[in-house]
Antibody
Framework: QVQLQQWGAGLLKPSETLSLTCAVF????????WSWIRQPPGKGLEWIGD???????NYNPSLKGRVTISVDTSNKQFSLKLTSVTAADTAVYYC??????????????WGQGTLVTVSS | DIVMTQSPDSLAVSLGERATINCKSS????????????LAWYQQKPGQPPKLLIY???TRQSGVPDRFSGSGSGTDFTLTINSLQAEDVAVYYC?????????FGPGTKVNIK
């Protein structure tokens, strides 16, 4: 059974950098696309971006170059960094698994979510 | 970007009755080369991450009860919950994965009448 366990700082000040990491347990890591998705409190889902084991990344243009997703294949982990955060970045952030060998696939496993609050 | 819309925003259905949720995409998510619709449905309960219910518009994910079904093609899709159970109270989202910029619908909240 695939499990995604995520962690990172939950309270940030404006202009700081959000940093989250997700570890994958069970199943294969190689070949899959690994995503970050966020959900502001009481609102809908926004896809942030993804990466595969070859470090091929794809980002949501709405985040205007503030986002970086990286991967550590030896430890089966992937990470999210979002710079210059504002209150608008307050959300529950989820790590998730996408398709194998194809980016165009549904998200079938999700982490538990991390609430990140940006407040001065 | 492919914009996803859903209707209604919320609905209340009696236990054992049918719930129907509609999803529309701003452009077709049907890939001509393989005749597949790149459309998924997710269920999200309070305090939990979303759960994949349906992919390729009509294929149930393993372990999902058969009272959940998906239909539609091109730009118009439907999620049907037959014989609504108390545990089906949740928000339901559609999502397109036709484009590498994944987008979700705004969600439909299902409650018990």
């Amino acid at each position: 059974q695939v499990q995604l366990q995520q962690w990172g700082a939950g309270l940030l000040k404006p202009s700081e950098t959000l940093s989250l990491t997700c570890a994958v347990f069970g199943g294969s890591f190689s070949g899959y696309y690994w995503s970050w998705i966020r959900q502001p409190p009481g609102k809908g889902l926004e896809w942030i971006g993804d990466i595969n084991h070859s470090r091929n990344t794809n980002y949501n243009p709405s985040l205007k170059g503030r986002v970086t997703i990286s991967v550590d294949t030896s430890n089966k982990q992937f990470s999210l960094k979002l710079t210059s955060v504002t209150a608008a970045d307050t959300a529950v952030y989820y790590c998730a698994r996408g398709g194998r060998y194809s980016r165009l696939a549904p998200i079938d496993y999700w982490g538990q979510g991390t609430l990140v609050t940006v407040s001065s | 970007d492919i914009v996803m819309t859903q209707s209604p925003d919320s609905l209340a259905v009696s236990l054992g009755e049918r719930a129907t949720i509609n999803c529309k995409s701003s452009q077709s998510v049907l890939y001509d080369s393989n005749n597949k619709n790149y459309l998924a449905w997710y269920q999200q309960k309070p305090g939990q991450p979303p759960k994949l219910l349906i992919y390729w518009a009509s294929t149930r994910q393993s372990g999902v009860p058969d009272r959940f079904s998906g239909s539609g093609s091109g730009t118009d899709f439907t999620l049907t919950i037959n014989s609504l159970q108390a545990e089906d109270v949740a928000v339901y989202y559609c999502q397109q994965y036709y484009s590498t910029l994944f987008t979700f619908g705004p969600g439909t909240k299902v409650n018990i009448k």
